[in-house]
């Protein structure tokens, strides 16, 4: 009778199948020797596989199968069917069998064709598919054959090489020598708060989060304690307070964890002259080198230092006597018990009116001052100059960020130098992008200018950053205690850059001359075609209502930037499954300002017709999206990482 052989191709699967399952096996056997395992056992393997996973998740998938035999534990082959359940994604195998000729590995070929056409990978395409193959292959003799299992596959697509967030966006790769009013910084308000704006708990946590999140522009209320000691709190309320010194020396251990780049302390100074020069002193002896005393280089200032010049460095900003010039000469000699006047025309002190001072009492809050009710009016003729008295010892460690009165664009055009900031509230800067958006764009292209929230938000809620960043406001203070889409903006934005703290402004943000307004882009739009094809979901949070590992999950899709891109697109709803919901749906953007949009995608679980569930987002601005099938890691409310929660994305653009 003739032999009959099996095609080589045949073979070679049979191989690999074999190669596959004795790699899998010499993994968990040594767990089965007693036959059986258990859900703690269970896990351990899992983590043993290296696959990342959610206990609820495998807990469901667990209870399942015992559940049908009244048993607590797993046999060899339930452990299998577990494993395949919570890694081997349906949407992935789909996407290696387009590529792989056998259905069971990639070749180096095969893989560089996938790296080419799918993920848009352009230099050195071969050397990258060698890096693929030696990070992610776990399987010994594939990974010496110079090949690609689809376990391999499973890790390349679940890591950090195929995050929807541009690689190289990841570390710092902008021009980081521009003058310092070129960029956006982040920026927090009342940082020492982590509560309400009335009676919550002042918290030296709120400088650590706010340092390790990045942010370079934090806030401190000071004012008169008792033994002659400043205290931080948020004065005319019940808020707690803790000593300026202590503020000072966390700031100091934790300004340049998260950046190398500057920190500004923005000084909300309600002391006496006596101490505010104790302030001094604590600024001096407790930050040493670290605090900017001097001028780099010329000390005539005709231009901001660049973040790069002032690396590792910590600026006041603060209200001042007199030029630069005269402060560093005045620090040559002993100015200890001399103080200095300001008047009121030229100080910051809670600066946008009574927005930025919360009383106790809320009757208060909706006194304004006449000059208020008119944003750019010059000052009244007949208005008080009160005089304000400053510890010159302070006053002196004042340098490029000198805190002065905005009056109008008019008048800071004509008398405002480059190292005076501006603050304004929300209320007013938000009647200036309405009606004087040109020439808040100019001003914002000369000067640093700060937005804080109104004094009404004694909750510590936040407005839209995006508003302001339109017209290039570089310090968009919100109070970073509270979770919410306006942080998740924030935090997005800030994303870029390696997290630096610090965003270059688009061109025409930079350009003094710029005619750019966000109701009016004009020549300044560069039109991007954006397409997200959302194809599925992995191990998302389940709902709150749930006792099990359900949800029913949607996704919105939102473009912020300029009014014109303003978009908000939602999926359909999946029912009962968190675990890996599939959508396989495509939303189209036109995103007319790419350069200040910012992408959002969130979770949602539909518990009604008429309301949702926040289950999970992440945030990132759109030029940052990497094209390509992507991975997106979701966070929660409050920015912790869900790991292993993510969505899986086509993105394509041009």
């Not at 020797?33 to 998740?57: S, V």
């Not at 958006?437 to 995006?466: C, D, L, M, W």
């Not at 953007?589 to 979770?603: G, K, N, T």
Request: with cysteine.
């Amino acid at each position: 009778m003739e032999k009959r052989c099996l095609p080589s191709v045949t073979w070679a699967k049979i191989f690999l199948n074999l190669i596959a399952h004795t790699w899998f096996l010499s993994i968990i056997q040594n767990e089965f020797r007693a036959g059986k395992i258990d859900l703690d056992c269970t896990m351990r393997l899992l983590e043993k596989l290296q696959m990342p996973f959610d206990f609820a998740h495998v807990k469901h998938v667990f209870k399942k199968i015992v559940d049908k035999r009244k048993a607590h534990t797993i046999n060899i082959e339930d452990f299998r069917a577990i494993y395949r359940t919570i890694v081997h994604r349906p949407e992935f195998h789909e996407l290696f069998r387009v590529y792989s000729s056998n259905s069971k590995i990639l070749t180096n070929t095969e893989l560089i064709e996938f790296l080419r056409k799918e993920q848009h990978e352009t230099e050195d395409c071969e050397t990258t598919a060698l890096e693929i193959i030696l990070k992610y292959e776990p399987i010994e003799e594939v990974r010496k054959r110079r090949q690609l299992s689809f376990e391999g596959f499973i890790r390349y697509m679940s890591s950090e090489d195929c995050l929807i967030f541009k690689t190289n966006h990841r570390t710092i790769y902008q021009d980081m020598n521009h003058p310092l009013c070129d960029y956006f910084i982040s920026s927090s308000h009342n940082t020492y708060l982590i509560s309400d704006q009335l009676i919550g708990p002042s918290d030296l946590m709120g400088y650590i989060s706010a340092l390790l999140q990045g942010c370079r522009c934090l806030e401190i209320d000071c004012w008169d304690g008792t033994n002659n000691e400043p205290v931080v709190y948020h004065g005319h309320t019940l808020t707690s307070k803790i000593p300026f010194h202590s503020v000072i020396r966390v700031i100091d251990k934790y300004a340049f964890e998260a950046s190398d780049y500057p920190v500004v302390l923005s000084l909300e100074n309600h002391c006496s002259p006596k101490q505010q020069e104790v302030m001094a002193d604590y600024l001096e002896s407790i930050l040493g080198d670290k605090l900017l005393t001097s001028t780099i280089g010329d000390t005539l200032v005709t231009q901001l230092p660049s973040p790069e010049a002032l690396k590792f460095k910590i600026l006041i900003k603060n209200k001042k006597v007199g030029t630069i010039e005269e402060g560093m000469l005045r620090r040559e000699l002993d100015s200890h018990g001399e103080t200095g006047e300001v008047s009121e025309s030229d100080d910051l002190s809670n600066e946008d009116e009574t927005d930025e001072r919360t009383p106790l009492y809320p009757k208060n809050v909706s006194l304004k001052r006449k000059s208020e009710q008119r944003p750019s009016a010059p000052p009244q003729k007949k208005a008080k100059m009160k005089k304000i008295k400053i510890a010159l010892p302070l006053s002196d460690l004042v340098i490029y960020t000198k805190s002065q009165k905005f009056v109008s664009f008019k008048h800071s055009l004509a008398n405002q130098k480059c190292y005076e900031n501006n603050s304004i509230g929300e209320v007013k800067a938000r009647k200036f992008v309405k009606h004087s958006a040109e020439e808040f764009v100019a001003h914002t292209s000369r000067f640093i200018t700060r937005i804080y929230p109104k004094g009404t938000r004694t909750n510590s809620s936040n407005y839209n950053p995006q508003e302001f960043w339109n017209v290039g406001c570089q310090m968009v203070a919100l109070n970073f205690q509270t979770p919410g889409v306006q942080m998740e903006l924030q935090n997005g934005k800030f994303l870029d850059n390696g997290g630096c703290g610090y965003i270059l402004k688009p061109e025409f943000l930079r350009n003094c001359h710029s005619t750019f307004t966000p109701q009016n882009v004009g020549r300044y739009s560069k039109p991007m075609s954006l397409s997200i094809r959302l194809i599925s979901g992995h191990q998302l949070p389940p709902s709150t209502l749930s006792k099990t590992n359900k949800a029913d999950p949607l996704v919105q899709i939102e473009i912020y930037g300029v009014p014109e891109d303003q978009a908000k697109k939602k999926s359909s709803v999946v029912k009962s499954n968190a675990l890996s919901p599939r959508w396989d749906e495509t939303f189209s953007f036109s995103v007319q300002v790419p350069e200040l949009a910012l992408i959002r995608f969130c979770v949602e679980d539909e518990i009604s017709l008429v309301a949702n569930e926040f289950l999970a987002q992440y945030t990132l601005p759109v030029l940052s999206l990497s094209k390509g099938y992507r991975s997106i890691p979701l966070l929660s409310r409050d920015g912790g990482n869900l790991e292993p929660a993510s969505l899986f994305v086509h993105v394509w653009y041009y």
